[in-house]
């Protein structure tokens, strides 16, 4: 069977995407099992080397994927941004990322990756402006189309995108890491105690006997057999959830301590602090998760902000112990967030959020503060005649679901709190009046989708919902960058780290863009 029979090319295509989408070694087609498998599967078939792979088939497909993406990218009227620097540990590569995100005229929410680019020499802040406008260049896309980047709180990226032009916003989840550190580590309490279910994770972790031996006990218990977590430093929550693995065997390593030799024991009352520091955290945790969906908006976050303090501010009767760390955590949040009531990027986004309206900010003042900035930004939109004969605002929903959590809990007693206690029905005639009727009305439960609501109120309120598909279009987080990097290791790893920063690229781009292009 020849290269260029219809049937041959469908199977050479097919071979290049399974090695883009499932992380295959381009070496997978001189494999001895692989080549057999295919000779048994269309025996005509005549199996590419992997230099044909690399030198035509993926860029044929990474061009196909390239042009479907631009396709995409025509019409769109704002283009939020996410960014990152990483590099190899078993490759001398370092990559910047360019994931995108927008809001469709359909008002759905779209995501792509444009970049993964080979990132050399010193990490400067003019090194970084300077490629970051040449991928921009690369894709087209005009600097005014951006509406805003998110990058993590470095100093060299924070000046790189000032130089370069363009808003930006630090990640959420990364500015909850810092809060949460500056509250661990101020508590000596705390830390020596967590220093201690450190050092017993790791007994467990460096012996299999001692492991083996646990899960004896835990079976013995009828516990399922669970392995304790090791925590990593830079990531706050994965201290939590040792911490949680700790307590959950607290009785099993009980019996383990009274049997065989721990570096060191947990006395009753480092038990009983530990507990009320999961307690603790368990909101900033909640909170860490939903802000690293794919889903989080640049709305989600002076809401987030708003209940935490609220949480942390609230005195209970199980705060012996740890008062100290809650108001750390809070004074923490302060100042991590002082300046994020003043940001239009995030006020603007929130109004514009009908689960969150004007209902979220710390005072009164600030939310007409707020509502200037919108207003002001307003008078710059052009929407046109308001049309005739326009539907009556569909009823509230009633709220069915319970709250699950003391975060939402929080959420739901600020909404009612500050919910308006009347319903306007005006007809919109100008943008000013959109606004007003708009707020009158009550917020949507926080589990809708907010793009859902401005698709089918595009036509009650033209003005907001088109500056709605600006700043709705905005991630609250860079995990989009994070989440590309760890496909990142998978493509570049031991048995690909001769693999170019070029073919690297081409790999990354066809595996996180394909699905989008061809397979949905």
């Avoid at 070496?27 to 057999?36: D, L, Q």
């Avoid at 002082?338 to 990027?345: C, F, G, H, N, S």
């Amino acid at each position: 069977m020849s290269r260029d029979n219809p049937h041959a090319m469908k199977i050479t295509e097919a071979l290049t995407q399974y090695i883009a989408l499932d992380d295959q070694p381009l070496s997978v087609v001189e494999n001895i099992g692989f080549r057999r498998l295919l000779s048994v599967l269309e025996p005509r078939y005549e199996i590419p080397s992997r230099q044909y792979i690399t030198d035509r088939e993926l860029p044929k497909l990474y061009d196909l994927v390239k042009r479907h993406i631009q396709s995409l990218l025509q019409d769109v009227s704002a283009i939020s941004l996410t960014t990152d620097i990483w590099t190899s540990s078993v490759s001398p590569v370092s990559l910047i990322s360019l994931t995108a995100q927008w809001v469709d005229k359909d008002f759905t929410l779209q995501r792509a990756v444009l970049h993964a680019k080979q990132f050399r020499g010193s990490h400067t802040s003019q090194a970084i402006a300077d490629v970051f406008d040449e991928m921009l260049r690369k894709w087209g896309v005009p600097k005014t189309l951006i509406h805003v980047v998110l990058r993590d709180n470095a100093k060299n990226m924070i000046k790189a995108m000032t130089d370069a032009g363009l808003q930006s916003l630090p990640c959420f989840a990364h500015t909850l890491q810092l809060v949460v550190n500056e509250g661990l580590l101020v508590q000596r309490s705390v830390t020596d105690a967590v220093a201690i279910g450190r050092k017993i994770v790791r007994h467990f972790k460096h012996s299999t006997l001692a492991y083996s031996r646990l899960e004896d006990i835990q079976l013995q218990l009828n516990q399922p057999t669970k392995r304790l977590q090791q925590d990593v430093q830079t990531r706050w929550n994965s201290t939590f959830y040792m911490i949680q693995s700790l307590i959950e065997q607290k009785r099993a390593l009980g019996i383990y301590g009274s049997e065989n030799e721990l570096p060191e024991n947990l006395a009753a009352h480092q038990w009983a602090l530990l507990e009320k520091t999961v307690a603790v955290l368990a909101p900033f945790e909640e909170l860490t998760r939903k802000v690293s969906c794919s889903d989080a908006l640049a709305s989600d976050v002076i809401p987030a902000v708003t209940v935490l303090l609220r949480i942390l501010n609230r005195e209970t009767d199980d705060d012996q112990g740890i008062k100290t760390m809650k108001s750390t955590l809070a004074a923490a949040v302060k100042r991590r967030f002082t300046d994020m009531e003043k940001i239009p990027l995030y006020c603007i986004a929130t109004l514009l959020d009908p689960r969150y309206k004007d209902r979220f900010f710390s005072n009164v003042n600030i939310a007409m503060d707020a509502k200037e900035m919108l207003k002001v930004e307003l008078q710059s939109v052009n929407t046109g005649e308001p049309k005739e004969n326009l539907e009556e605002p569909p009823a509230r929903r009633l709220r069915m679901t319970q709250a699950s959590s003391s975060l939402d809990r929080v959420f739901e007693e600020i909404t009612e709190e500050q919910q308006s206690s009347s319903t306007s029905h005006a007809t919109p005639v100008g943008a000013a009046i959109q606004l007003e009727t708009y707020l009158g009305e009550t917020t949507i439960a926080r589990e809708e989708n907010p793009l859902q609501f401005w698709g089918v109120n595009k036509i009650r309120f033209p003005a907001l919902a088109k500056m709605s598909q600006r700043y709705l279009s905005a991630p609250c987080t860079s995990v989009e960058s994070e989440r590309l990097f760890s496909s990142v290791s998978h493509i570049i790893n031991e048995e690909r780290n001769r693999l170019s920063a070029a073919n690297a690229e081409m790999l990354l781009f066809i595996k996180k863009n394909l699905p989008l292009t061809f397979l949905k």
